[in-house]
């Protein structure tokens, strides 16, 4: 896309977002101590640096890298424009914010207009320091972030998009983008991810059973200090506000993650005269008993709801018309894969235990629960990779709530785009009540939700 087209159009979205944050101010959540909270503001622009350095070659000779120079980039080099040497430094991050009020954050979302904007889980004595020491953790809030990005839903195939960097190549292919390009066996590409109603509802049912199961069921932490909110692209978030949670260090947060995500239930079914469930993970002898308890009420938990299960296993007529006998046997202590369960053997129970492992844990983005210094986008902002809104949403919102009708910010006017042919196109996709696509090559007037949609993920232009 030609630099002339791109500034205009990166023009056009910062003054709808400043619309926003100017005639908004109500929809930004401010987070409980604001004026402890660091908060990160990522650019539409980076920043490069190419830094003037020596390196040592292996024969032990220094050489002189870098011209010293820097600028702004609307896409992220990766040589520097002046000198063409790789090794830039970019970035498009600013960190170290902190404001006192709603006045003075909103001061700056207008005044800045970023692209995204963050705060810390994390409450500091001094929150704009530049170190960590300075700072001075004061505990942090326990967050979740449920991404469909990681939940491999099929549909991923469908939407998203890679191509191969290398010019004189140019591969295309769906889903997500293999190790080496299998034409030129380059390994950079440009990825699209795109999302659908598919993947958004594998996300939202993590986040209810997350909620429900997890939160509220096992470890009894009180609704009211529990904060939802879609993050306006590809998931969703949960913030766990009780007091009771906020100095724990990020082994106990571990702890925690490893806890949703069923970790350790992992098993083999021994077939050797009565079968057995043996626990796979490095376990101590002793610790054996439990987990194979664990593992066992997963799989209760999983025959108690075989009805909602979808899989098409032979085996679920037998567990649907046995369920209470192999209920019973795994309620035993020992538990037991019950004999009384016909045409359910070794094989098949090996599958229910790994089904049951499965449906007894949620996917969370690990490293966002066990980072104590993380930022979390702030709720009522606007997310730049989509033009919707960090939306929050009640327990109760949840259920019906549909991210790509009920999140969208600017419902008002069409706007006329140009989508350059190129090697990955626009896929169909749905927003609102209406479907929109496939695009390549073509100019379109489209609602402004939807247009702005597409200029956030950089595959068109403002006409
Ligand atoms: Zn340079
Ligand atoms: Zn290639
Ligand atoms: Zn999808």
Redesign the pocket.
């Given at each position: 896309m030609a630099p002339d087209k791109r500034a205009r159009t990166r023009k056009l979205l910062q003054l709808m977002f400043q619309d926003y944050y100017r005639t908004n101010h109500d929809l930004v959540d401010i987070p409980e101590r604001v004026q402890n909270r660091e908060f990160g503001l990522e650019n539409w622009d980076y920043l490069w640096v190419c830094k003037q350095r020596i390196e040592v070659q292996e024969d032990g000779r220094e050489v002189r890298k870098g011209c010293g120079r820097s600028g702004r980039s609307f896409s992220e080099f990766q040589v520097c424009p002046n000198c063409g040497e790789k090794g830039l430094l970019t970035n498009r991050w600013s960190r170290h914010h902190g404001f006192r009020s709603r006045d003075m954050l909103i001061g700056e979302l207008v005044r800045s207009v970023p692209h995204s904007v963050y705060h810390s889980a994390a409450f500091y004595k001094v929150p704009v320091a530049r170190s960590m020491v300075e700072k001075g953790w004061e505990g942090a809030e326990l967050v979740f972030d449920i991404d469909?990005d990681h939940l491999d839903?099929p549909?991923?195939e469908k939407?998203d998009a890679w191509q191969c960097s290398n010019t004189e190549c140019g591969e295309t292919g769906t889903g997500a983008a293999p190790e080496k390009c299998p034409e030129c066996e380059e390994n950079s590409f440009r990825s699209l991810k795109?999302?659908?109603d598919?993947?958004l509802e594998a996300a939202k049912e993590n986040t209810m059973k997350l909620y429900d199961k997890f939160l509220v069921k096992h470890f009894g932490i009180d609704p009211e200090r529990i904060q939802l909110n879609y993050s306006g692209h590809r998931g969703y978030h949960v913030r766990v506000r009780d007091p009771s949670v906020f100095n724990l260090d990020s082994n106990g947060r571990m702890e925690i993650a490893h806890y949703l995500t069923g970790m350790g239930l992992n098993s083999t079914i021994e077939s050797k005269g009565r079968l057995r469930i043996r626990p796979t993970g490095e376990l101590k002898n002793w610790q054996l008993p439990a987990i194979a308890r664990k593992i066992a009420d997963a799989m209760i938990e999983f025959i108690d709801n075989i009805d909602s299960y979808e899989g098409k296993d032979k085996w679920v007529k037998h567990i649907v018309a046995q369920k209470e006998a192999a209920i019973e046997g795994l309620g035993k202590e020992p538990p037991m894969l019950s004999a009384k369960v016909m045409k359910v053997g070794p094989k098949y129970w090996q599958e229910i235990a790994n089904r049951a492992a499965a449906f007894y844990s949620v996917d969370i983005d690990q490293p966002v629960t066990t980072d104590i210094h993380r930022v979390i986008r702030l709720i009522g902002s606007l997310n730049g990779k989509t033009g919707f809104a960090v939306t929050e949403v009640t327990r109760d919102e949840l259920t019906d709530f549909n991210p790509l009708s009920d999140s969208i910010v600017f419902d008002e006017g069409t706007l006329k785009i140009s989508v350059p042919k190129r090697g990955i196109g626009v896929p169909e996709f749905r927003v609102g009540d209406s479907t929109y696509g496939p695009f390549n090559g073509t100019v379109e007037e489209l609602p402004k939700a939807v247009a702005v949609f597409i200029l956030c993920k950089g595959m068109a232009s403002v006409e």
């Open positions: 469909a839903a549909c991923a939407h795109w999302i659908c598919e993947c």
